[in-house]
């Protein structure tokens, strides 16, 4: 058999932090024992890299997730290499095989990978923390050390180690194991601006100087601009104002101030702003995440309770992801290939599945957002169904009540970080809650869904698909649009959450199949066109689970919900899919140009918006053309005063005066990609600059935009399943997440991903109806739920979790803490 | 009409005389009440039995999207009808009336019923009997025809009336000038507007925090608010409007069963309403569509499915052994949303008991998706231990034998769990069944029995708060 190319199975893996020495064991996750059980944990065949670098196995035994020490074992997966024959077949590659074909064969790796979280908020690529093993073909661990320029000199960072596996008679095949990092953080050394009560960095891991950018680094130049006209009675505003005008007035400036805003915000008050000022302050600006200032900031914190000041730390985490290559020579030819990898935190619910998943979206990628014309039903309403089981899995981690936005105990709602209260601040509205108050609790939910499961288990078709919201309805805060599925959790554009099309679009076909047709031929037969025989075999590939590997380096263990992601932000990977333009990952603001943008006949848009984008026309039945556009942003609406139930109104504000807000990538784009990857499409831009304004393209009148011819390119490499690295480099599927993660699990609240980082445990029926628990983070199991105010020395606080994260955090199985 | 127009009331004790002895107007207005929400809880059931009965198992595309369309719109006219039968509860509450959920088994017949009471499968017969039922009066249909000129419905009324006349005639037993529906709510009303017969003191405004709310109910089942800048909600997605409506007086109480009536028959119209077909115009329209369709899918299933001793056994009697433990199942599931329906009303919203009030109320949802489950396995289950008969079992809605709560709150709850142990009960010998159960049916048992485990836990959790200490495990 002559091997025609190599795969890197799986192309795409997620290593998870732990400073355990051993390695999570081996674990597939399969149905529960009964039906509306949790998932069963079952342990597989662990394979233990020995000394000399070859394996030995050890048989499958209970799974541990923390060491007798309390070290959290971390998630070490293997990449395979695979063979695609002459056939077309795709199998593992042995050096068994190599040396029959070959005996001189060399088999080489290079790993690249990057933590450009510091970089994607300070936008200076000397702040990108890269590492590189460097084509190897020994068997020794090769560490990858991140450098920096803006490190302090020889100062690096750990990523972890990668290793070229000794093929053994036993196990010959082709494989390297990626050991991702302990989870520490590094940060700068004897910060003046350190309080008492921050977490100290340890000397060894000092990488920056205190006095360096990202240590100095802040993102509140708009409230200090605001501040400095401030003359309202807001303490802390006014003592802002006062420092500000301050400085303005020639007398010292306070510490609490960098000099660098200052300066700015003296220029802009005095008029002393040129054009070219301007347009840097905006790019700027530009770099703002989504949400804000996601970096560990000197107290107090969250910056959006404490007017929005937020003074970096200068922390960064020991995460990453990049590029695993692999270099065969054989017989004169040189075979490669290519995979993904990360690193994030551990699957602490290892047991559950989030709603909506990463592998949610990458099969949107692979087979578009429609049901597939051939794709056998009882497929379709298999998917339907594991929607609906991980729906109840979500609810079971969410404390339903406080996430509806209501009174906890008397205390009021708006002092907890939920969905609602977020929607309020971000429209300036008053909170309400979603569902009515009184009517929606954990338990009484998550049975309600379960109800629902099993109502499908009987072969009832789904009756709900109307219930679902649509990607392009996130912005109607109505009571119609906020009562949609799922409901309470926040989206990947920051509004509410809904599932991937090609989710919806399975639970609206399976709802017009016949009720309980299990047992029955696809319809149409089950021979798969050639053009989905390629997408199943990607599909096959992202799915793959190497020998070896833990459930929870796949794909379904990472939440899709990238706000920003706690794996993966997977938002990065559509700012590169026009050619010539680069995206912000968050919105359609174009914040730069690729090099080749003059050669493609662009002109320079940075700064400008891609609003819509037009599809080759459609014909109707009537045979009449029709324009095809797909929007980047939705109408914010909220219910009008005047009439709530059957009134709407735009929900403007003086930051926000069109009422817009922008769509997620994901879902925006799954069409263009499906329908004209590699094609050209005509993108519609504003003709002017809109730096920091929503803006929106009016079908109606098509006329005062921009119109230019974009080139979509593929979401993945030519016939494989590794998201294309045109699209994303080393670092940029992780540069918009926390920095460091800890920080996320402390911000990121029960309404994001509740079955990921969870809310509520130990959940039981409360003798007054409803339920009784413990938030995730607190720090004395009473079953007396706390919900989170930022400030409730009861939970664990962001001090807490970056000097002790990996003894603090509690794994949830089966609903309980677990201790190992 | 069963009930002449009322006159207004002249003197004092005359208008006495105009009302069934020994009643008093708030008696007499309550036992209508009573009646109205009898009517709609039978309509309701009539209605889904006949949606459940449609097969949707079809090869040819164009039909299954047909039958499952007919399905969705007759399903779509029993939750309004479950609307309506809230909104009556909610007068009830506001007369400070005892609420009221249960109905006469079918058949069933009464001078307050369009047509006798059976539960059907869905076939021209039923249809017409649903058309004859929802008819409004021949001033509206006249003005309906006027909105609707040139709509399917009303050509399909002028088609087909005939042959619904030649259809129900023989199924109207002796009476073939029957009350339309709205003839109740026509009296309720009347009653209702004479401050001499029924004070303002009879009206108990406290009352409004126990009465069901769309908010709680509602699911969705209306059009979405109108875009801004325009007043009129475009019908868009939603083809219907589950009326639920609160009532604190008078004018609230004849407000909302206004737009109850209107709502089967496009009576009393609102104007955010104009949009939506009624009911009488979707059974018209379906009527229209399956006499045209040659051989509509539907499940074998009998006329007034029971499970009735042997010494009571009729066409309509279940006689497989798996299929009667089935039937049983269904009615023990149907008792405990009744159950669950009427102790919501003794919950108070916003009060101590809100959260209890809040996880009874999903509790109700979660036994409609049970009912629709089990309403599926009857559909495609044999309905004799005989292989040679093609009969399939039908869901039988038979009401319990008793619906009143008892009166201690802790009672309730005892009771909630003592029908739920005959629930866990029947699973267990249904799962026994063997070979006998379908996979499908099979797994949603053991999905049900770990459904019961947890809502037991949840009941025991309850009576511990109450401090019960009776009959502990």
């Known amino acids: 058999m002559t091997i025609r190319e190599l795969r890197i199975l799986p192309p795409l893996v997620i290593g998870r932090v732990g400073s355990a020495p051993e390695p999570l064991d081996s674990y597939t996750l399969e149905e529960p024992a009964r039906p509306l059980g949790f998932r069963r944990i079952v342990p597989t065949d662990t394979l233990i890299v020995e000394a000399d670098g070859t394996l030995s196995l050890a048989k499958p035994r209970p799974i541990t997730f923390k060491d007798e020490k309390g070290r959290i074992r971390p998630v070490a997966p293997f990449l395979e290499v695979h063979a695609v024959t002459d056939e077309g077949q795709q199998e593992r590659l042995t050096l068994d095989w190599l040396k029959d074909l070959d005996p001189n064969v060399t088999v080489e790796w290079r790993v690249d990978v990057a933590n450009r979280k510091v970089e994607r908020r300070t936008g200076d690529p000397d702040d990108r923390v890269t590492a590189t093993a460097d084509w190897f073909a020994d068997h020794e661990p090769h560490p990858l050390q991140g450098r920096c320029p803006h490190f302090i000199p020889d100062a690096h960072l750990d990523f972890g180690h990668v290793r070229y596996i000794a093929a053994t008679k036993a196990y010959p095949d082709i494989r390297l194991r990626f050991t991702p990092a302990a989870g520490l953080i590094y940060g700068p050394a004897d910060d003046p601006k350190r309080q008492d009560s921050e977490y100290v960095v340890p000397g060894a891991r000092a990488i920056y100087d205190a006095n360096g950018s990202w240590s100095r680094f802040h993102s509140y130049l708009g409230l200090a601009e605001e501040a400095a006209e401030y003359h309202g009675g807001d303490s802390r505003k006014k003592e802002i104002a006062e420092e500000v005008r301050g400085r303005l007035d020639g007398k010292r400036p306070s510490e609490k101030l960098g000099e660098e805003v200052l300066a700015e915000v003296e220029r802009l008050l005095k008029g002393r702003f040129t054009e070219p000022d301007r347009q840097q302050r905006s790019a700027r600006l530009a770099l703002e995440t989504q949400p804000p200032s996601l970096y560990a900031m000197h107290p107090p914190a969250p910056c959006w309770l404490n007017d929005g000041i937020a003074f970096s730390r200068g922390y960064l985490d020991d995460t990453c992801d990049g590029i695993v290559e692999v270099r065969i020579r054989l017989n004169g030819r040189t075979l490669t290939a290519v995979a993904r990898i990360c690193s994030g935190p551990p699957a602490v619910v290892p047991d559950t599945l989030f709603i909506r998943t990463l592998a949610d979206d990458l099969d949107q990628a692979i087979f578009g957002p429609k049901v597939p014309g051939d794709e056998p039903r009882e497929e379709t309403r298999a998917r339907a169904l594991d929607i609906v089981r991980r729906s109840f899995e979500t609810v079971r981690f969410l404390n339903v009540a406080v996430a509806n936005g209501e009174p906890h105990l008397g205390q009021d709602a708006l002092d907890f970080d939920t969905m609602p209260a977020e929607e309020a601040f971000q429209t300036l509205r008053m909170m309400r809650p979603i569902m009515a108050e009184g009517s929606a609790d954990t338990l009484a939910i998550m049975a309600l869904h379960q109800e629902v499961y099993a109502a499908l288990l009987a072969g009832a078709a789904p009756w709900f698909p109307r219930l679902l919201r649509s990607p392009n309805d996130v912005g109607d805060f109505t009571d119609h649009g906020r009562r949609r599925m799922p409901a309470m959790m926040c989206g990947a554009d920051g509004g509410y959450l809904a599932l991937t099309y090609r989710q919806i679009t399975a639970i609206f076909k399976a709802a017009s199949l016949p009720d309980a047709h299990a047992g029955l031929p696809p319809a149409g037969g089950a021979a798969l066109a050639p053009r989905n025989a390629t997408a199943r075999r990607r599909h096959g590939d992202v799915h793959h689970r190497a020998t070896g590997n833990p459930f929870s380096s796949t794909p379904r263990t990472s939440v899709a919900n990238c706000t920003p992601g706690l794996e993966l932000d997977l938002r990065a990977v559509w700012r590169r899919l026009f050619q010539g333009i680069v995206l912000r990952e968050w919105d359609n603001l174009v914040v730069g140009m690729e090099d080749e943008y003059e050669r493609l006949e662009l002109p320079d848009l940075k700064g400008h918006r891609l609003l819509a984008i037009q599809l080759p026309r459609e014909t109707d039945t009537a045979g009449r053309e029709k324009p095809d556009y797909i929007h980047t942003t939705t109408q914010l609406i909220g219910p009008s005063p005047e009439d709530p139930e059957t009134r709407s109104a735009l929900l403007v504000s003086a930051n926000n005066p069109r009422g817009l807000g922008p769509l997620e990538w994901s879902n925006t784009l799954a069409r263009v990609l499906h329908e004209r990857g590699g094609e050209q499409v005509t993108g519609i831009f504003t003709p002017a600059k809109v730096w920091e304004e929503q803006y929106a393209f009016d079908e109606n009148e098509p006329t005062d935009y921009t119109f230019l011819p974009l080139t979509v390119r593929p979401f993945y490499e030519d016939g494989t399943a590794v998201i294309s690295r045109t699209l994303a480099e080393p670092g940029e599927l992780t540069q918009g997440l926390c920095s460091p993660w800890q920080n996320d699990y402390r911000e990121c609240s029960c309404y994001y991903w509740a079955s990921a980082r969870p809310d509520y445990v130990n959940v039981e029926p409360s003798p007054t109806g409803g339920s009784t628990g413990d938030n995730w983070l607190q720090k004395v199991r009473s079953g007396d739920y706390v919900p989170d105010t930022y400030e409730d020395a009861r939970l664990i606080s962001y001090d807490d979790l970056f000097a002790n994260w990996e003894t603090l955090i509690k794994f949830q199985v089966g609903g309980r803490d677990v201790d190992q | ?473």
């Open chain 2, 1 to 473: 009409m069963i009930y002449p127009k009322l006159a207004a009331p002249s003197a004092v004790g005359d208008d006495l005389l105009l009302l069934p002895r020994g009643m008093s107007w708030r008696d007499h207005l309550i036992s209508l009440l009573h009646a109205a929400a009898e009517l709609e809880h039978g309509f309701m059931v009539q209605y889904l039995y006949a949606a459940y009965s449609i097969d949707t198992d079809v090869a040819d595309p164009a039909l299954a999207r047909k039958v499952l369309k007919w399905r969705g719109d007759i399903l779509t006219v029993a939750k309004e009808e479950m609307g309506h039968l809230l909104t009556v509860q909610n007068a009830l509450c506001l007369l400070s009336g005892p609420v009221s959920v249960g109905r006469p088994n079918f058949p069933w017949d009464s001078p307050f019923t369009p047509y006798p009471f059976h539960l059907r499968p869905l076939s021209l017969e039923s249809l017409s009997l649903f058309v004859h039922g929802e008819r409004p009066d021949d001033r509206t249909l006249g003005a309906l025809g006027k909105r609707l000129s040139g709509r399917n419905a009303l050509e399909s009324i002028g088609i087909h009336g005939p042959q619904i006349e030649k259809c129900i005639r023989p199924l109207l037993s002796e009476q073939p000038s029957r009350v339309r529906v709205g003839a109740i709510y026509d009296r309720i009303i009347e009653t209702l507007e004479h401050p001499s017969r029924i004070p303002d003191s009879a009206f108990c405004a406290e009352r409004y925090s126990s009465q069901a709310s769309w908010d709680e109910w509602g699911r969705r089942y209306r059009p979405a608010p109108a875009e801004p800048g325009q007043r009129t909600p475009d019908k868009g997605e939603s083809k219907s409007e589950i009326i639920i409506r609160r009532m604190s007086s008078r004018t609230d109480a004849i407000e909302a069963l206004r737009h109850v009536a209107g709502q089967g028959e496009a009576a009393h119209i609102q104007s955010r309403m104009r949009e939506e077909k009624s009911h009488f115009e979707r059974f018209v329209e379906i009527y229209s569509q399956f006499a045209d369709t040659p051989a509509p899918p539907v499940h074998f299933v009998p006329t007034n499915p029971n499970t009735d001793s042997s010494r009571h056994r009729d066409a309509g009697t279940i006689t497989s052994r798996v299929s009667r433990i089935w039937a049983d199942l269904f009615n023990c599931r149907y008792r405990i949303l009744l159950t669950y329906l009427t102790h919501t009303f003794r919950l108070v919203r916003g009060g101590a008991g809100s959260t209890l009030r809040g996880d009874v109320l999903q509790k109700i949802f979660g036994e409609m998706y049970n009912l629709k489950a089990i309403a599926g396995v009857l559909a495609r289950s044999p309905m004799h231990d005989d292989p040679d008969r093609r009969e399939r079992a039908g869901a039988p809605f038979a009401m319990p034998y008793d619906l009143t709560l008892p009166l201690d709150d802790i009672d309730c709850w005892r009771m909630h769990r003592d029908i739920l142990g005959r629930s866990q009960r029947l699973c267990t010998v249904l799962l026994a069944a063997g070979d006998a159960l379908r996979p499908e049916g099979r797994v949603f048992l053991e999905a049900l029995s770990e459904l019961d485990e947890q809502a037991d836990r949840w009941i025991r959790s309850i009576l511990d708060g109450l401090g019960d200490t009776r009959g502990r495990r």
